[in-house]
């Protein structure tokens, strides 16, 4: 009996001590960045993104102190989570087997926009079918002294939509993290809309695709800008489309890998932008479509068998991804040739290269639903890590800019047929 006590006992503490080899520590501090005081009082919230955001610990931190213990080492990231003012602040913590130290900044809140400016690094355009697809990206730098986060309960960054707009087909936002899909916020302007999302010191870049009549081949674009815009950039990704503006001079014209790119400087405030397209060819990107503007496959030899029935969501993210192909080799050719142009800021070369990892995933995403024909993907994918390839090479050229992670490598490819529905 005596011997049977011992052996348990003996069990529980070997259990005990494999569960302390297993387990891991988190240390640190929560900062205001505002002040760079240590916050007096803070909530920190430990979140395991593997486990569905579940949250798997919390602790007080004191005089800006903090200290999590025993979090599993069989998970490969955690996500600490602080809410100061009414914003949230993440931190990853990704897991090396050894206890970490992590310091977390938190702001305090403005709904000035004073210190912070907005580019538009591309806006880019092709034809599908009978409807015009147009995809931008607005990067947002928030340069406040002292450090502020700038929040508003409608949205901190204001954006003007067309009032003719088919679909909206993405939306995301991004700020040195994973692309967030967000849903802008009606205002009481007429086709104002709210991005309810804080525009924390930094970059922040804000993606946003939508569709609009093109049957007659020819579409006036009225851009209104709720905030200045210090430089624009568009993109016609089909040469065969023209591009035109009446209410502003082009700053430069460009035409790289089949590309025209414009450029536009020191937009206003509550201005209009009015650009034209015109032209294009309705199959672009090597879709053939059908009345409906829908999918039917086609093209080569071997996809005669191929039968296209993408949805709007998988059509646009094609198209997103020629569309950011594309401008990648504008912007990359442009900055080489023109040091004291804006597109050769490397952390707008940064910015593209994480709008095409996102891309990549939902390429990967696509696929693995059975809405790519293999011999698409594969071709796609090798074109897209090439791209990547390159504009890490040319951001490891610029001082003072990280070189970003190597991109993923391709996933395991599922069963698939030959045709798609």
């Given at each position: 009996m005596r011997l049977a006590r011992v052996s348990a006992l003996a069990?529980?503490?070997?259990?005990?001590?494999?569960?302390?080899?297993?387990?891991?520590?988190?240390?640190?501090?929560?900062?205001?960045?505002?002040?760079?005081?240590?916050?007096a009082s803070a909530?920190?919230?430990?979140?395991?993104?593997?486990a569905g955001m579940k949250e798997v610990g919390s602790t007080e931190a004191k005089n800006g102190q903090f200290e999590v213990p025993n979090l599993s080492n069989s998970a490969p990231i955690y996500v600490l989570r602080v809410e100061y003012q009414g914003t949230t602040y993440n931190e990853p913590v990704r897991v090396t087997g050894s206890d970490q130290t992590v310091d977390i900044?938190?702001?305090?809140?403005?709904?000035?926009?004073?210190?912070?400016?907005?580019?538009v690094p591309h806006l880019a355009v092709a034809r599908q079918g009978d409807e015009l697809m147009v995809e931008q990206m607005y990067e947002i730098t928030n340069a406040t002294s002292p450090s502020r986060t700038v929040a508003a309960k409608d949205g901190a960054f204001k954006l003007f939509l067309p009032a003719d707009m088919d679909t909206l087909t993405d939306c995301y936002v991004s700020a040195g993290q994973m692309p967030l899909k967000v849903s802008p916020i009606p205002g009481n302007v007429a086709d104002l809309y709210g991005i309810d999302y804080p525009i924390r010191p930094g970059t922040t870049q804000v993606t946003i695709g939508y569709m609009v009549p093109y049957k007659s081949g020819s579409y006036t674009l009225q851009h209104k800008f709720a905030q200045a815009v210090t430089h624009m950039s568009i993109f016609a990704v089909d040469s065969t489309m023209q591009v035109s503006s009446t209410s502003h001079q082009f700053a430069s014209t460009e035409s790289v890998h089949d590309m025209k790119a414009y450029a536009v400087h020191d937009i206003k405030a509550n201005s209009t932008v009015a650009l034209t397209f015109s032209g294009g060819d309705p199959n672009f990107a090597g879709l053939n479509v059908d009345e409906n503007g829908n999918s039917t496959g086609g093209g080569g030899a071997d996809q005669g068998n191929v039968v296209g029935r993408a949805g709007e969501d998988e059509k646009i993210s094609r198209f997103l991804m020629v569309t950011v192909l594309l401008v990648l080799a504008g912007v990359i050719g442009m900055s080489l040739r023109d040091r004291n142009d804006p597109l050769s800021d490397p952390?707008?070369?940064?910015?593209?290269?994480?709008?095409?990892?996102?891309?990549?995933?939902?390429?990967?995403?696509?696929?693995?639903?059975?809405?790519?024909?293999?011999?698409?993907?594969?071709?796609?994918?090798?074109?897209?890590?090439?791209?990547?390839?390159?504009?890490?090479?040319?951001?490891?050229?610029?001082?003072?800019?990280?070189?970003?992670?190597?991109?993923?490598?391709?996933?395991?490819?599922?069963?698939?047929?030959?045709?798609?529905?």
């Amino acid at each position: 009996m005596r011997l049977a006590r011992v052996s348990a006992l003996a069990c529980m503490l070997l259990l005990a001590l494999a569960a302390t080899v297993n387990a891991f520590t988190v240390k640190g501090t929560v900062t205001n960045g505002t002040t760079n005081k240590p916050v007096a009082s803070a909530h920190v919230i430990v979140i395991q993104p593997s486990a569905g955001m579940k949250e798997v610990g919390s602790t007080e931190a004191k005089n800006g102190q903090f200290e999590v213990p025993n979090l599993s080492n069989s998970a490969p990231i955690y996500v600490l989570r602080v809410e100061y003012q009414g914003t949230t602040y993440n931190e990853p913590v990704r897991v090396t087997g050894s206890d970490q130290t992590v310091d977390i900044a938190v702001f305090e809140t403005t709904t000035s926009w004073a210190g912070v400016t907005v580019t538009v690094p591309h806006l880019a355009v092709a034809r599908q079918g009978d409807e015009l697809m147009v995809e931008q990206m607005y990067e947002i730098t928030n340069a406040t002294s002292p450090s502020r986060t700038v929040a508003a309960k409608d949205g901190a960054f204001k954006l003007f939509l067309p009032a003719d707009m088919d679909t909206l087909t993405d939306c995301y936002v991004s700020a040195g993290q994973m692309p967030l899909k967000v849903s802008p916020i009606p205002g009481n302007v007429a086709d104002l809309y709210g991005i309810d999302y804080p525009i924390r010191p930094g970059t922040t870049q804000v993606t946003i695709g939508y569709m609009v009549p093109y049957k007659s081949g020819s579409y006036t674009l009225q851009h209104k800008f709720a905030q200045a815009v210090t430089h624009m950039s568009i993109f016609a990704v089909d040469s065969t489309m023209q591009v035109s503006s009446t209410s502003h001079q082009f700053a430069s014209t460009e035409s790289v890998h089949d590309m025209k790119a414009y450029a536009v400087h020191d937009i206003k405030a509550n201005s209009t932008v009015a650009l034209t397209f015109s032209g294009g060819d309705p199959n672009f990107a090597g879709l053939n479509v059908d009345e409906n503007g829908n999918s039917t496959g086609g093209g080569g030899a071997d996809q005669g068998n191929v039968v296209g029935r993408a949805g709007e969501d998988e059509k646009i993210s094609r198209f997103l991804m020629v569309t950011v192909l594309l401008v990648l080799a504008g912007v990359i050719g442009m900055s080489l040739r023109d040091r004291n142009d804006p597109l050769s800021d490397p952390q707008v070369l940064r910015a593209h290269y994480d709008l095409l990892l996102s891309r990549l995933a939902r390429l990967d995403d696509l696929h693995a639903a059975h809405t790519i024909p293999d011999d698409v993907y594969r071709a796609s994918r090798d074109e897209l890590m090439g791209r990547l390839a390159a504009l890490a090479m040319h951001l490891r050229a610029h001082g003072g800019v990280h070189a970003p992670a190597p991109a993923p490598d391709r996933p395991a490819r599922p069963e698939t047929t030959s045709k798609v529905q």
